[in-house]
Nanobody, 129 residues
Framework: QVQLVESGGGSVQAGGSLRLYCTASGYTGYRITWRCMSWFRQAAGSERGWVAAIETGSGSTYYANSVKGRFTVSQDNPNNTVNLQMNSLEPEDAAMYYC???????????????????WGQGTQVTVSS
């Protein structure tokens, strides 16, 4: 059973930075390689929305327009980790952030919650103005 654990959340002032980590475990016979991994976020009273994705096989990355140029998704294959570097944070970025894995090689158009099979428990990001 695949398990995803997020960490790195916290509280920052607007304009600050945070780095989130998603560590995967429970694989049998293969690593995190060759999967679509995404970050989603959900603010109180809102639906869970897609933020960014990385194809851990090709390294291709995808971003929501709202975070493009500020967030960077990357992978650390030896440690089965996918990271999300968040810079120039805005109060609107405050949310619970979730890591998710889809049973696909490619991430293109994989922006819906229903595309993802495994989820972490989330890590809270708070941004004060």
């Amino acid at each position: 059973q695949v398990q995803l654990v997020e960490s790195g959340g916290g509280s920052v002032q607007a304009g600050g930075s945070l780095r989130l980590y998603c560590t995967a475990s429970g694989y049998t016979g293969y690593r995190i390689t060759w999967r679509c991994m995404s970050w989603f976020r959900q603010a109180a009273g809102s639906e869970r929305g897609w933020v960014a994705a990385i194809e851990t096989g090709s390294g291709s990355t995808y971003y929501a327009n709202s975070v493009k140029g500020r967030f960077t998704v990357s992978q650390d294959n030896p440690n089965n980790t996918v990271n999300l570097q968040m810079n120039s944070l805005e109060p609107e970025d405050a949310a619970m952030y979730y890591c998710a894995q889809a049973p696909y090689l490619e991430c293109s158009s994989r922006t819906r919650v229903a595309h993802y099979k495994y989820w972490g428990q989330g890590t809270q990001v708070t941004v004060s103005s």
